[in-house]
Nanobody
Framework: VQLQASGGGLVQAGGSLRLSCAAS????????MGWFRQAPGKEREFVAA????????AYADSVKGRFTISRVNAMNTVYLQMNSLKPEDTAVYFC??????????????????WGQGTLVTVSS
């Protein structure tokens, strides 16, 4: 399974970005998907997750109301729409896939496959 994240860049505070994660290889559309981020000197943290069917989502409190996760299974792609960005959102963002069936997990250790990350920089 390969996950390719893209869409990062430099944006001013209050701006928006949309991240994409394209899956390939032996990827299954039954996998739950998640977005995580890691700022310099900090641990990787949960951002958002979505159930394989798209019917269930979860968000970190810090991004609720600003970020939206979605997926298009026909394209094996997951998106993260990020609005009202803040400088504290600056990080490398990673997409991940979880083979287990069930409610999407927020636990970084439960994900089986990871993309390479895309850098998001929010200037003040």
């Amino acid at each position: 399974v390969q996950l390719q994240a893209s869409g990062g860049g430099l944006v001013q505070a209050g701006g928006s970005l949309r991240l994409s994660c394209a899956a390939s290889g032996r990827f299954s559309r039954t996998y739950n998907m998640g977005w995580f981020r890691q700022a310099p000197g900090k641990e990787r943290e949960f951002v958002a997750a979505i159930r394989w069917s798209g019917g269930g989502t979860a968000y970190a409190d810090s991004v609720k109301g600003r970020f939206t996760i979605s997926r298009v299974n026909a394209m094996n792609t997951v998106y993260l729409q990020m609005n009202s960005l803040k400088p504290e959102d600056t990080a490398v963002y990673f997409c991940a896939a979880d083979r287990k069936i069930g409610v999407p997990t927020t636990d970084v250790g439960e994900y089986d496959y990871w993309g390479q990350g895309t850098l998001v920089t929010v200037s003040s």
